[in-house]
């Protein structure tokens, strides 16, 4: 049995994490960290509100963080110091968070899984738009998401645009005069990527992709319906972070 905690119960990915986790044979519910005591009922399931405390009373081995980036960045760090493997969803970390992290993985050997999506399916989108850039170098991305969403551009697309900008050298798309009559009509640009964040109630998380060449339009589309699309990544990583000893960012990164 994997002894795990997570961070933000209480919320759409939280709960259904923990319900996945308590209902896995091979884990087990050690503690959760919610941003108040009272309203939760997990039964015997302490409720923690001090990650500091959690993590020395509840001795988990991996820390599930599903909140925001600035707490994400801070549990995920007293984790790693406390020895505990972090395996972390939530979205919005700085190119700088993830140089420190990655500096603290090698430090002190332990292990740290950074997954900007847990969905088999949406790494399938990225690996193919990555792909799809050896031959196709303009390219917008569309993300498309329910209006509760604090961070954007998602952290989906950003990790899609790195991806194609593994294969796209950078130059700007469009016509080189053109200009934004209202500011940010193009959406927001990663050399010369443009992406585009939509939020509107009733959805959940979805993504274009959309590649652009003379007389031809490729489109990649991925769509989660519901947040149970997410459970079987959670579930790999919680297995995979026990074996590593440095920091992992992407999902991709464990499937070939
Ligand atoms: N990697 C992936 O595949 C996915 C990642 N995400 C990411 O996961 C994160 C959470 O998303 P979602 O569940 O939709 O967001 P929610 O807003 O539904 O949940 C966030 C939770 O964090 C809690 N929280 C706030 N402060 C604390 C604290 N001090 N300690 C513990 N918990 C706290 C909030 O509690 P309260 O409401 O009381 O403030 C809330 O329950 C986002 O960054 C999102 O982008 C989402 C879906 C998939
Ligand atoms: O906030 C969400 O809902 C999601 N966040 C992640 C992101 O920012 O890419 C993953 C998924 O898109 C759902």
């Known amino acids: 049995m994997i002894r795990v905690a997570i961070a933000g119960p209480r919320g759409k990915m939280g709960e259904e994490a923990v319900n996945m986790v308590v209902a896995h044979a091979e884990f087990e519910l050690v503690s959760v960290l919610d941003s108040k005591q009272s309203g939760l009922d997990l039964g015997s399931v302490p409720v923690y509100t001090s990650i500091e405390q959690l993590l020395e009373e509840t001795n988990p081995q991996v820390f599930i963080d599903l909140t925001t980036p600035e707490l994400g960045m801070k549990h995920t760090t007293a984790a790693i110091q406390a020895g505990v493997r972090p395996v972390v969803g939530t979205t919005g970390f700085t190119q700088q968070d993830l140089t420190e992290l990655e500096e603290l993985c090698e430090k002190t050997q332990i292990g740290c899984i950074i997954a900007p999506n847990f969905s088999i399916g949406a790494i399938l989108m990225m690996k193919f738009a990555e792909q799809a850039a050896r031959y196709m170098q303009d390219v ?117």
């Open 140 to 256: 917008e991305i569309i993300e498309m998401h329910h209006d509760k969403k604090l961070d954007a551009p998602s952290g989906t697309a950003v990790k899609t645009a790195e991806l194609i900008q593994n294969n796209r050298p950078a130059h700007q798309q469009g016509h080189p005069e053109e200009q934004e009559s209202i500011e940010g009509a193009r959406g927001a640009d990663l050399e010369g990527i443009k992406l585009h964040s939509v939020r509107l109630p009733g959805l959940v998380a979805h993504q274009q992709v959309l590649f652009g060449g003379e007389g031809q339009l490729l489109t990649l589309r991925h769509d989660s319906f519901t947040r149970g699309s997410f459970m079987p990544g959670v579930a790999l990583c919680i297995k995979e972070v026990m074996t590593t000893t440095k920091l992992i960012y992407g999902l991709e990164n464990l499937i070939d």
